[in-house]
């Protein structure tokens, strides 16, 4: 079993640093609001840091699941004196390419090394210990983290060098945005028609319509219940992520640019902590 340290212990961090511990990881655990921390010591084996620095040294692997770049730029600055050869860095926060390569750069620099990991599966796939997460970085680093990251993984691929994983999270939300898009605009169109619309999804979730969203979502979009998991907020940040990396690679993405707008208007009703599936509450709220 590994030495491990996991840094941030959010609605993700907090149930995948607990997958660790039951595994029989050693794990040392640091929030930055040390209530969070001393909540996962109530209920899983592990030791509480009272900063990143404690929390890594001694560490074999490092993960991090943090809010943004600038998050994740300040806990490694604070833990990188802690860092020595052979250690490994694992960041499963959504965070930019750019970053990646910059700490994957610093940790070679140490002699140790660093995968962007970013996940999905929301909080429910995090409790279940079924994640996707896709990876950034060298195969050696990665066939050694690949084990620690099975304690609350469903599917891990290595997608390429450092930057891939968050890259092709990208893609992820890009694709999430116009599923979600696509079926609040169904289930609005057929409450318009005066369709029952149980009936139509049982109709089309048989066909090419079908989707993990449709078939998870479509009640609780009807019934306007948005406390699922992953929030606007997330979201936006997200595609600000993405709208970025599109700029800058040169990739045209319209529909995502119009969704990430459209989540800009749920903020605006209230809506920053409902979840992605809330499109369909600025469709509802408008005029015939």
């Not at 997958?19 to 930055?32: D, K």
């Not at 610093?106 to 995968?115: L, N, V, W």
């Amino acid at each position: 079993m590994a030495r491990t340290a996991f840094l941030g212990l959010g609605v993700m961090g907090f149930h995948m640093a607990g997958h660790l511990a039951r595994a029989g990881h050693q794990v040392s655990v640091w929030n930055r609001s040390p209530a969070k921390s001393e909540a996962w010591k109530a209920v899983h084996r592990g030791a509480v840091a009272n900063d990143p620095a404690s929390a890594v040294f001694g560490a074999e692997f490092v993960l991090m699941c943090l809010g943004d770049d600038p998050d994740v730029r300040a806990v490694f600055d604070a833990f990188e004196p802690s860092l020595g050869a052979g250690m490994t860095v694992i960041d499963h926060t959504t965070a930019s390419a750019g970053l990646a390569r910059e700490l994957a750069a610093r940790c070679k620099a140490k002699g140790a090394h660093f995968i962007d990991a970013p996940v999905s599966g929301g909080e429910a796939g995090a409790i279940n210990g079924k994640l996707t997460i896709m990876c950034g970085g060298e195969p050696a680093a990665f066939a050694g983290a690949e084990p620690v990251m099975n304690a609350f993984a469903r599917k891990i691929t290595l997608i390429g060098e450092s930057g891939a994983g968050q890259l092709a999270k990208s893609v992820n939300q890009i694709c999430i945005a116009g599923i979600v898009q696509g079926l609040a605009e169904g289930l609005h169109f057929a409450e318009k028609a005066g369709l029952d619309p149980a009936k139509v999804i049982e109709a089309i979730s048989g066909g090419a319509a079908q989707s993990w969203q449709m078939e998870n979502r479509w009640k609780t979009m009807t019934e306007g219940r948005f406390d699922f998991g992953f929030a606007v907020d997330w979201m936006r940040k997200d595609l600000r992520i993405t709208l970025d990396a599109a700029e800058e690679i040169g990739a045209t993405l319209p529909m995502t640019a119009a969704v990430d707008q459209y989540y800009a208007e749920v903020q605006a009703m209230g809506g920053a902590r409902w979840d992605t599936s809330s499109l369909i509450a600025r469709l509802d709220r408008k005029p015939d």
